[in-house]
């Protein structure tokens, strides 16, 4: 049996390795690009060029335009400032890329840009601050995963994000980092769903950590400092953030297993879950006249489902909020299904106020497929990886999650580790040595039954994009593609895909060009 997890908690304060911050961010503050393998890189550029659409897509929006009303242009004289409204931008429309674990681009590759667009850095440098951002961000997510909080509404993931993303621009000590960390997480955001979902709250909620993590990021370079042990302290975030905390994935195999290789690129907009179903729904939309439609079931995991329940409440035709609007299902996989796509203009006026989608919207039904469940939760993303480590420890969070047959089922055939979560390096199973062959499964299968009494169906078990064997053969061409249809040049593509020796004043240009 592997030894237990040993207590940090009473460990001195800023001693290189001696906390999971302070181990963590020694590694951070140590990277060099040449320490990156070729495929993450790869993957890195294209996170950049998929998120450079995503804040393209936002800022066209109306709600965007009142972002820039509100907050001020695009690029400012403080790469601070300019960071937040890119990271404003480029996540509201639930168009960031996810990884294991959280919605990282938002803050991991929003804040190295701001620092390219104001000339602070060159192409590697760039590549590297995306890929340590996405590794301290997604590492810290991770650990508090089997929580309350998930997804977009796990606002903390940009409180590492941010600061790994500035700091791996500059060129500060492992102290700085470790109490830049510290300030940022003294903090934590915790989201009010209430106002999440029923107004526009939802275009601030990367703003708001990305703003607190440069107030941190100053405050450690100025020389204030906070605990390193601000993570695993029984007064600390994963006691306060987590429900099953999983401390040990913050610093296990670090420079060797890559959380970035758990990317999965967000092609269209819609909250967790849908992206299968709308899949399904664009594949079947030459087959259906809609006027022949007479019942739409939607099959999903218990994740789908979720997320839908938390809008139902919310959605109201023409006049629901946009947060509410992009959860839901209904809508989404009726507008694919009347025009063949789902795209940021589908989220707007006057596409929201067309009655046809709305009628063909209250034929939709959302069901439980237990199969897709135990998919989704034996996937290394977004769920997997954490329940793999925490092992029977996670049942009481799966139990509330998913309901009691479908936790013992997934743990009696996924769980391979101790019972108490204790990992030594040698008791790591595969799925957790390497993320190569990492997977996000968000099944859905579409049922349209028609007046004549035929039916269609169509089933996707990782969503156009997901994490899989197909995202990592063509991940550049569905990025390309995704920045050409926000409007993007394809010249300024070729030079995202070609960063590695582009200088400062050249990627300056190029991100400032890439946003025009």
Not at 131 to 141: H, K, Q
Not at 343 to 360: G, H, Y
């Amino acid at each position: 049996m592997a030894a237990p997890l040993r207590d940090l908690s009473s460990a001195p304060l800023h001693q290189p390795g001696s906390t999971l911050l302070g181990a963590l961010c020694e590694w951070a503050a140590q990277v060099r690009f040449t320490d990156l393998p070729e495929p993450v890189v790869e993957l890195a550029a294209s996170q950049i060029l998929a998120h450079l659409a995503a804040i393209r897509a936002g800022l066209r929006h109306s709600l965007g335009r009142r972002l820039v009303d509100a907050y001020g242009p695009v690029f400012q004289t403080d790469p601070r400032r300019t960071a937040g409204v890119l990271a404003a931008a480029g996540s509201w429309l639930n168009l960031d890329d996810t990884a294991y674990a959280g919605h990282l681009a938002a803050s991991t590759v929003s804040v190295p840009l701001a620092y390219a667009a104001a000339g602070r850095v060159d192409g590697r440098t760039l590549l590297k601050a995306v890929v340590v951002a996405n590794e301290c961000a997604a590492r810290i997510t991770a650990a508090a995963t089997l929580g309350p909080l998930r997804g977009q509404s796990a606002m903390h993931t940009h409180l590492a994000g941010a600061v790994a993303g500035r700091l791996s621009c500059a060129d500060v000590s492992a102290r700085c980092w470790t109490d830049a960390m510290s300030l940022a997480f003294a903090a934590p955001p915790w989201p009010v769903m209430h106002a999440f979902l029923g107004g526009a709250a939802k275009l601030l909620h990367v703003l708001v950590p990305v703003r607190s993590a440069m107030d941190a990021c100053d405050g450690a370079i100025a020389g204030l400092t906070g605990p390193a042990d601000v993570l695993e302290h029984p007064r600390g975030f994963l006691a306060r953030f987590a429900t099953v905390p999983v401390p040990q994935v913050v610093t296990d195999l670090l420079g060797q297993r890559w959380h970035t290789e758990t990317l999965s690129f967000k092609l269209r907009p819609g909250g967790p879950g849908i992206d299968a179903a709308v899949d399904c729904a664009i594949a079947l939309h030459h087959q259906v006249d809609p006027a022949a439609i007479v019942d739409i079931e939607v099959a999903a995991s218990v994740y789908t489902l979720f997320a839908a329940r938390q809008a139902t409440e919310y959605l109201a035709g023409p006049d629901s909020p946009i947060s509410a609007l992009l959860l839901s299902t209904g809508y989404p996989v009726a507008t694919a299904l009347l025009t063949g796509d789902l795209t940021a203009a589908d989220f707007d006026q006057p596409a929201i106020a067309d009655p046809a989608r709305w009628a063909l919207a209250e034929r939709v039904r959302l069901v439980h497929e237990p199969t897709m469940t135990s998919q989704l939760l034996t996937c290394v993303a977004p769920f997997g990886a954490a329940l793999l480590q925490a092992g029977d420890r996670a049942l009481p969070w799966l139990r509330q999650f998913v309901g009691v047959d479908v936790a013992a089922s997934v743990l009696r055939n996924g769980r391979t580790v101790d019972a108490d979560g204790a990992l030594g390096r040698g008791d790591l199973p595969p799925a957790l040595v390497s993320f190569r062959d990492a997977a996000k499964a968000t099944p859905a299968r579409l049922l349209v039954r028609l007046a004549d009494g035929r039916s269609l169906s169509r089933e996707q078990t990782i969503p156009l994009g997901g994490a899989g064997p197909q995202t990592r053969r063509t991940h550049r061409e569905l990025v390309r593609a995704k920045f050409a249809a926000s409007g993007g040049a394809g010249a300024v593509a070729d030079e995202i895909e070609n960063l590695v020796e582009t200088t400062p004043q050249r990627l300056a240009v190029l991100v400032q060009n890439a946003l025009r």
